[in-house]
């Protein structure tokens, strides 16, 4: 794609008027590739980096992003041999998406789902720690002794897993509600996690994933990722890429 006039490429981003993307970058708040923007200055849109207030911004119009509140019973694929319902059938667009990382069957909540290979891979790559944040409704009461040794993290059979967070939310009418924030995505981990520990999951949500949150998404329903989010996916990797040793 040619380079067209900034202010044209951020207009078409949804990021305000012509007028005040002029604005916006007349203020030096807009950079091309880390440098700061100048009033007829021009971007590739598929192949710079435009950002905002030192966030980036999509500026590729074939790129897509999009939000599912996940249902259980609900299989994270294309699509499935055996006819079980896939996350696809839920979503209604003429790009080929795919999903960011995976829930399993019986988990629900927050999926992302996009075709930007670049950015999905290092959401999901181990290294970069990006934190997903889940919820576990546990049948019983959880002693603050199991919750501590959850913190210390527990060996399973495919390595030792730690969160980097848990906390008890609340405990009442024989169920406890916790939090558990992971930063790797390794097949039922957290059920696993915290299985080992003799806890009885009911249900097991996912409420965030690199900063973005679910919010009030119904379940079944999708819309796609604001650019604010969109940025802050890409900070969730900057910010861990740069605590990674070289």
């Not at 207030?53 to 999009?66: A, F, T």
């Not at 990382?101 to 891979?121: I, W, Y």
């Amino acid at each position: 794609m040619a380079e067209e006039r900034l202010q044209k490429v951020l207009a078409a981003a949804g990021i305000g008027s012509r007028r005040a993307c002029e604005e916006l970058i007349a203020q030096g708040r807009v950079a091309v590739n880390g440098e700061i923007a100048s009033l007829g200055d021009k971007a590739d849109r598929q192949g710079d980096v435009v950002t905002l207030d030192g966030e980036r911004i999509n500026v590729d119009p074939d790129l897509v992003y999009v939000l599912l509140n996940k249902p259980r019973g609900v299989i994270t694929t294309a699509d499935d041999p055996e006819g079980r319902p896939t996350v696809m059938d839920l979503i209604n667009l003429p790009q080929r998406l795919f999903p960011v990382g995976r829930l399993d069957q019986d988990t629900e909540g927050l999926l992302l789902l996009t075709n930007d290979g670049e950015l999905a891979n290092a959401l999901t790559h181990p290294s970069y720690e990006v934190e997903r944040l889940y919820v576990a409704l546990i049948a019983g009461a959880v002693r603050r002794e199991t919750i501590a040794r959850l913190r210390q993290g527990v060996e399973l059979d495919d390595g030792f897993a730690r969160p980097r967070r848990v906390r008890l939310l609340e405990q009442e009418a024989g169920r406890s509600l916790v939090e558990v924030v992971m930063t790797e995505g390794r097949k039922r981990e957290v059920r696993r996690l915290l299985g080992a520990l003799d806890l009885k999951v009911e249900r097991l949500a996912r409420v965030a994933y690199g900063g973005v949150e679910l919010g009030e998404l119904r379940q079944g329903k999708w819309r796609f990722l604001t650019q604010a989010e969109i940025g802050q996916l890409h900070a969730a990797v900057a910010e861990r890429g740069r605590r990674r040793p070289t």
